[in-house]
């Protein structure tokens, strides 16, 4: 089966830039989703990108893909302590979840 | 709109009872998922159901783990007896247009405590 692998954690400070990243093993996946998870609650869709783009913005939110590495990365422009959670990057067609990245944002 | 929703948010029992989960999909929604989540394990697919079939139970740990989905708005996972290694976060997720092509909507899950 498919692996999704990721960092356990990251930690920076307000107003940095926060980069998170994912590897994945399967090429034919055709979306791969970013999800945030705040304590005590479900995951919540952050944003998507298709298998056919190299890169998606969305406000602070800049998806990188590369597919020859299998790399996918979230970068998050000003990062601020509301964006403390776990991000889960996930192959959406594959039902595979990776281990989930703990953001910690300090003031 | 409302979300998936879950029930209980929190079950405390002793080891040996029975445990029922319950989640209520989006309306329209024909795919749901059983989830749990651990420190060790991370996020695990238990089972899968399309319009109200199981569809995929190979993460269901062990027969003593059973899901059904009686109708398009209901489904429940049950353990019994229980253990405390089942403790946990279960999640629901529900979806729509096949698996491949719309995100997953989660509950805010049942955090169970095995004692």
């Known amino acids: 089966g498919e692996d999704v692998e990721q960092s356990l954690f990251l930690s920076v400070r307000e107003g940095d830039s926060s980069v998170i990243n994912c590897t994945y093993t399967d090429s034919s996946s055709t979306y791969l989703y970013w999800y945030k998870q705040e304590p005590g609650a479900g995951l919540q869709l952050l944003t998507y990108i298709f298998s056919n783009m190299d890169m998606k913005q969305d406000q602070r939110l800049t998806v990188l893909l590369n597919k020859k590495d299998k790399h996918l990365s979230l970068r998050i422009a000003d990062t601020q302590t509301g964006d403390s959670a776990i991000y889960f990057c996930a192959d959406n067609q594959k039902l595979v979840f990776g281990t989930g990245t703990r953001l910690l944002v300090s003031p | 709109d409302a979300g998936v929703i879950q029930s209980p948010r929190h079950e405390v029992t002793e080891m040996g009872q029975e445990v029922t989960l319950r989640c209520k999909p989006i309306?329209?929604?024909?795919?749901l998922f059983w989830y749990r989540q651990t420190m060790m394990r991370g996020l695990e697919l238990l089972i899968y159901f399309n319009n109200n079939v199981p569809i995929d139970d190979s993460g269901m740990p062990e027969d003593r783990f059973s899901a059904k989905m009686p109708n398009a708005s209901f489904s429940t996972l049950k353990i019994q007896p229980s253990e405390p290694r089942d403790s946990a976060v279960y999640f629901c997720a529900s979806t729509s247009r096949g698996v491949g092509h719309q995100p997953q909507h989660f509950g805010d899950g049942t955090r169970l405590s095995i004692l």
């Open positions: 309306s329209g929604h024909d795919y």
